[in-house]
């Protein structure tokens, strides 16, 4: 029964800045990555940025220098920073973990419900 609760998605203008939010909980062991990635209408997945449980942090072109990933261990949680918005950033965001329920799980992939983006003037 893990869940992955996302929020911090809005409306903003080209050039401003949006903070997501996603904490995994339930039955959680360890988790290993953390990502993000967005949905635009008509588009694939697109894989945004990831974390590792070590701090590394990959970073897709399209958004390298402008957002930036972060998580807290202790909190299960993941954030993307995203600054210099523009509007072709617009899209659903999910959130990804891929954990371990319990020691010698089998690594399972888990995502939030997604939060819309909208970058806008």
């Known amino acids: 029964q893990v869940q992955l609760v996302e929020s911090g998605g809005g409306l903003v203008q080209p050039g401003g800045s949006l903070r997501l939010s996603c904490a995994a909980s339930?039955?959680?062991?360890?988790?290993?990555?953390m990502a993000w990635y967005r949905q635009a209408p008509g588009k694939q997945r697109e894989w945004v940025a990831t974390?590792?449980?070590?701090?590394?942090?990959f970073y897709a072109d399209s958004v390298k220098g402008r957002f930036t990933i972060s998580r807290d261990n202790a909190k299960n949680s993941v954030w993307l920073q995203m600054n210099s918005l523009r509007p072709e950033d617009s899209a659903v965001y999910y959130c990804?973990?891929?954990?371990?329920?319990?020691?010698?799980?089998?690594?399972?992939?888990?995502w939030g419900q997604g939060t819309q983006v909208t970058v806008s003037s």
């Open positions: 990804f973990a891929d954990l371990q329920r319990w020691r010698g799980d089998i690594r399972r992939h888990y």
């Open positions: 339930g039955n959680i062991f360890s988790i290993n990555d």
């Open positions: 974390i590792t449980s070590g701090g590394s942090t």
